[in-house]
């Protein structure tokens, strides 16, 4: 974005709160509750990178995105953005170029896009354009991956752009989370209450930030520290001890010209080696000197079985009792503790799933436990059935979400996708009958897509903002819904979405009108308010009718007369309707039709033209000329004008009855314009470079040449004609006309008053000009006609046939005639 945020650590108090809610706002959806710490980071660097102008869309690629996250490409394909998808958070097009050859993502992060959309700027995520660039500037000078744009200046890595593989997506949010929650001197801003006095409040402060455990937040804390952008400091108390303790976060402090001491890259304090021995994170407490990767980067490179999931998206669990054995088997577990969370919380659902990952050297044991135990009670719980029916009830479920096809009415029919199209506009529109959705199979969702595509693509050409569509959508949609009494009460979904919830209903002619509202504005539609007081003012024209054309009837006979005059009312409406659009659709027939013969035609002109255009010039030959080159075409033209520059001038310089005069003057003006032609050449090449001329086409030389010369000569023509109806005003026929004009206009009404005024002597004056000029003009055009007869030459007619024979029979007769009558 092209705004000038500064330096975006120096973060004022209102627009550090304002990006901290919207952050929080994104990572703590609860539709995200499971999902790696990489989906949550994503969230937040596509909607910092959406732009503006584009609808609040990012285009990136998956490559890219990982290098923003610490993570790897596959990661990213295979882990983030499913996530993502399967959550509603993400909304993603494929973008292609010319070849048909992917290039990237365009996303959309689908909170922000309908915060956005509802206009409350009181919504944490409606953040303004200046405010997305300064979350934007604030991830890249904590974790941007860096790049050198072209022709600028280039842009340095983050702080933490080498903290790459597991854990690096968990660190980059942790440290974005305390940069938002850090005042001006740098000080992170602890959790209060009662904390695990264990791991201490600054590692409770991370947890309590991110969502995880103390344990988890204390390994977090040590990594920062190790990396040199966070400090714990620790406040002797009289015992001696160190008890008191504190965070800094170092780039903050220092944006703020605080001075601190350099953070230890090997923390030795006790906090550090209570992380180095903490359990409940997936990633070992043991890290060498370096902060290199230490899970996975790509596809291939160092994977072990059980660690491929385990690297970029690991999750920070709960604390683990050191000494319990598993028992659950691996093959049925993905062997880490996360898989017993439910779809909200952090702690495992059961103990038995929450203590199946096997300690060191008791994987033999962990193969060999009861797979009942599973599916079993809490410690000290009484089992409410027999944990062998509720395996069987569990497979049985699993059975049916794996299947692909149901049978529906003794046909197969494939089973209906669970989540909305990934299209943004149809998610938005689709949004209040997401119920009804998973009740369709999957040939009833396509022709529902379609459906609302052609509805979308209405709407569309209604509006007026075109992106307003599919909010529109949504608001008939839930309209119809409270209208029908709820999705509970729809036996059929599939009729009543294509038929009835998706259908717009008019009340009037036009096509803005759906149940009496305009669906532009919101407001109730005039047109059907005009319908409803013309049929109110003819149902009282004919009820005067009725009581002047039957006196003294009965009320239920009077009421009878007029409904049965409406209803004839109605029909006779109807049948002009239908045959008024009838005429519309005939006219747009022809309308079509007319087009249809112009492109036909254009088509045509276009086949001529190039068949034209591929014919040599007559002239000089040159191929692709259209039957004559530029250069000889402007010769053609450039003697033209030659010769009616010598006409021009016998006008005025000589007699034209006079033919040899008027040669001599055509002879003259040609040598004066030949001579013109050579000097303005000779001006061209002093100026011109020859080098750069001849470089140009073999034939760029002749055609400067021309183009000159018909430049030279168009000019000499205009002057000759100005000159030649300067002369010919000056004539007496002009000036007795221009006299006429003058007398003629002051003899006008208006002038008659007043004939010596200015206002009456310039319309005279004015009048007697264009008199004169018009005679002027009329003289040339008389004396040019004259002199094109006289230069035009006599038509050769044969001689007679009688005279031709006596011609030919007086010739000798040649050898080789001679021959033949021999």
């Given at each position: ?9 120096q ?14 706002a ?33 285009k ?6 990982g ?15 499913p996530?993502l ?6 909304g993603s ?38 405010e997305l ?9 904590l974790?941007?991956?860096?790049w ?19 854990g ?14 850090t005042?001006p ?33 204390a ?6 520290q ?14 001696g ?8 976060l ?25 992380a ?9 407490g ?8 230490t899970?996975i ?22 604390l ?13 577990s993905?062997?880490?503790?996360g ?5 909200e ?7 038995c ?38 395996q ?8 049916g979400?794996g ?30 009958v ?66 009835r ?13 759906d149940?009496?509202?305009?669906l ?33 009837v009965?009320?239920?006979a ?41 492109e ?47 006409l021009?001038?016998?006008?005025w ?57 018909f ?28 006299r ?5 206009e ?18 005279a ?18 004396w ?5 007869a ?10 007679p046939?009688?005279q031709?024979?006596s ?12 021959e033949?009558?021999a």
């Amino acid at each position: 974005m092209p705004l000038n945020v500064g330096n975006p650590l120096q973060l004022s108090k209102t627009m550090r709160a304002r990006l901290l809610a919207a952050v929080r706002a994104l990572v703590s959806v609860p539709a995200l509750a499971g999902a790696s710490d990489g989906a949550r980071l994503a969230s937040v660097v596509l909607t910092a990178k959406a732009n503006v102008r584009d609808g609040y869309q990012a285009k990136i690629w998956a490559a890219e995105l990982g290098r923003w996250l610490g993570v790897s490409q596959s990661t990213v394909a295979h882990t983030v953005l499913p996530e993502l998808r399967a959550a509603g958070l993400l909304g993603s097009n494929v973008t292609t170029n010319a070849y048909g050859h992917v290039t990237g993502l365009e996303c959309w992060v689908i909170p922000m896009y309908r915060a956005q959309q509802a206009g409350d700027r009181r919504h944490a995520l409606a953040l303004s354009r200046s405010e997305l660039a300064v979350l934007l500037s604030l991830i890249e000078v904590l974790f941007g991956p860096g790049w050198a744009p072209k022709d600028k200046a280039p842009v340095p890595a983050g702080l933490l752009a080498g903290r790459r593989g597991r854990g690096a997506a968990t660190d980059r949010l942790g440290l974005l989370l305390m940069v938002l929650t850090t005042g001006p001197a740098g000080w992170l801003q602890l959790c209060p209450g009662a904390v695990d006095t264990f791991r201490g409040r600054p590692a409770a402060t991370v947890a309590r930030l991110l969502g995880c455990s103390a344990a988890a937040g204390a390994k977090v804390l040590k990594r920062l520290q190790e990396h040199g952008v966070a400090e714990v400091v620790r406040k002797e108390i009289g015992s001696g001890l160190n008890a008191q303790s504190r965070v800094r976060l170092v780039p903050v402090a220092k944006a703020h010209g605080v001075a601190v001491r350099e953070a230890c890259r090997v923390a030795k304090s006790v906090f550090s080696d209570l992380a180095s021995t903490a359990s409940g994170d997936l990633e070992t407490g043991e890290t060498g000197e370096t902060l290199g990767p230490t899970g996975i980067e790509d596809a291939g490179q160092g994977e072990t079985a059980g660690s491929v999931d385990l690297a970029a998206t690991a999750q920070h669990h709960a604390l683990h009792a050191p000494g319990a054995t598993a028992v659950v088997p691996p093959q049925l577990s993905g062997g880490f503790s996360g898989e017993g969370r439910k779809s909200e919380g952090h702690q495992p659902g059961r103990t038995c799933v929450r203590e199946d990952q096997a300690t060191e050297g008791e994987s033999a044991i962990a193969g060999s436990g009861s797979p009942v135990a599973e599916v079993g009670p809490l410690r000290s719980e009484k089992p409410l059935k027999s944990p062998a029916d509720e395996q069987e009830q569990a497979g049985s479920i699993a059975a049916g979400a794996g299947a692909r096809l149901t049978v529906v009415g003794g046909r197969k029919t494939q089973q209906g996708r669970r989540e909305l199209p990934a299209d943004l506009d149809l998610r938005v529109a689709l949004a209040p009958v997401s119920w009804l959705w998973t009740k369709l199979n999957r040939w009833q969702q396509d022709h529902v897509v379609k459906a609302t595509k052609a509805e979308l693509a209405q709407l569309r050409h209604v509006l007026d903002w075109a992106g307003q569509a599919p909010s529109v959508l949504a608001s008939r949609l839930a309209s119809r819904l409270e209208e029908t009494g709820g999705e509970a009460l729809i036996a059929r979904p599939y009729g009543w979405i294509t038929h009835r919830g998706l259908v717009r209903r008019p009340l009037c002619s036009d096509v803005r009108c759906d149940d009496g509202t305009r669906l532009d504005t919101g407001a109730d539609c005039d047109n059907c308010d005009n319908v409803l007081h013309l049929r109110r003012a003819w149902r009282v024209r004919i009820a005067a009718e009725v009581d002047q054309e039957l006196p003294g009837v009965e009320t239920d006979a009077r009421y009878r007369e007029i409904e049965a005059r409406m209803r004839r009312h109605a029909e006779a409406e109807a049948i002009d309707l239908v045959a008024r659009q009838a005429e519309a659709q005939q006219r747009a027939a022809q309308r079509a039709a007319a087009c249809a013969e112009a492109e036909a035609q254009a088509v045509v002109e276009r086949e001529r033209a190039a068949a034209r255009q591929a014919v040599a010039c007559e002239d000089c030959g040159r191929a692709r000329s259209a039957g004559r080159c530029e250069a000889c075409d402007h010769r053609r033209q450039t003697e033209a004008l030659i010769g009616e520059s010598g006409l021009l001038a016998a006008t005025w310089l000589a007699d034209p009855s006079d033919q040899v005069a008027v040669a001599a003057v055509a002879t003259e003006v040609r040598t004066a314009i030949e001579d013109a032609i050579a000097a303005s050449w000779a001006q061209f090449q002093e100026i011109t470079d020859p080098v750069a001329l001849e470089a140009a086409g073999p034939d760029a030389v002749e055609d400067a040449a021309a183009h000159n010369a018909f430049v030279v000569a168009e000019s000499a023509a205009a002057e000759y004609r100005h000159e030649a109806l300067v002369i010919l005003g000056r004539s007496e026929d002009a000036q007795a006309e221009a006299r006429k004009a003058y007398a003629t206009e002051l003899t006008k009404p208006w002038h008659q008053a007043l004939p010596d005024s200015d206002d009456a002597q310039r319309a005279a004056t004015e009048a007697a000009a264009k008199a004169q000029t018009r005679t002027a003009e009329h003289l040339l055009a008389a004396w040019l006609e004259q002199l094109h007869a006289q230069a035009r030459p006599e038509p050769v007619r044969p001689a007679p046939w009688l005279q031709r024979l006596s011609e030919l029979a007086a010739r000798p007769l040649d050898s080789e005639a001679l021959e033949v009558i021999a």
